[in-house]
Structure formats: structure tokens, C-alpha cells
């Protein structure tokens, strides 16, 4: 038996030094939802570095989708939730 998870979709957060002080929320709201709706055995949420894009802090990214979400809030992490993840 494989010790690797196969996960169905990632998110990615940027953890780099920008984003860092501004993701907190919106990650603890993503994983919260994960825990809750018991996708966290189908959906990763990982770290990834800085993307660039300091200034729309904080980033994230939905691998299924090669999408960038900017400026990722607490209530904007709940639509992407339900935009890419639920639906
Ligand atoms: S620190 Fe996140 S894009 Fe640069």
C-alpha cells in the first residue's frame, strides 16, 4: 500500500513573505470548510512560494482550475470554496 495520499484537488496558499502576513484567515477558513464537509481527505491545502505577486497579497492558487486568486479574504475563500471545491 502506497503511503501517498492521492489527493483530487490542491490549493495552493503562497507562503512567502508577503502573503504570509496576510493569509492567515483565509487558510484557517479553507480548512475549517475541509474539515467540516470532510473534503480534507480529497482536497490538499499546500504551500507554495512567492508567486510575484506581492502587491495582490494574499495569493492562492486552485490547481484543477490554473487559477490565481488574489487578494484572498475570509469571505472570498468561502466563494472559491463554493465555486471550485463543493461545486
Ligand atoms: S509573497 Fe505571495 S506573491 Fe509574493
Redesign the pocket.
Known amino acids: 500500500m502506497s503511503k501517498c495520499k492521492s489527493f483530487n484537488e490542491v490549493i495552493y496558499f ?7 502576513r496576510y493569509n492567515e484567515e483565509a487558510k484557517s477558513c479553507l480548512k475549517e470548510l475541509l474539515k467540516e464537509t470532510g473534503l480534507n481527505q480529497s482536497v490538499s491545502l499546500e504551500k507554495m512560494k ?5 502587491k ?4 492562492f492558487y486552485i490547481d484543477s482550475e490554473k487559477k490565481y486568486k488574489k487578494e484572498v479574504t475570509k469571505k472570498k475563500a468561502q466563494k472559491l470554496f463554493d465555486k471550485y471545491i463543493v461545486a
Open positions: 503562497c507562503d512567502g513573505k508577503k502573503c504570509c512567492c508567486q510575484g505577486m506581492c495582490s497579497a494574499p495569493v
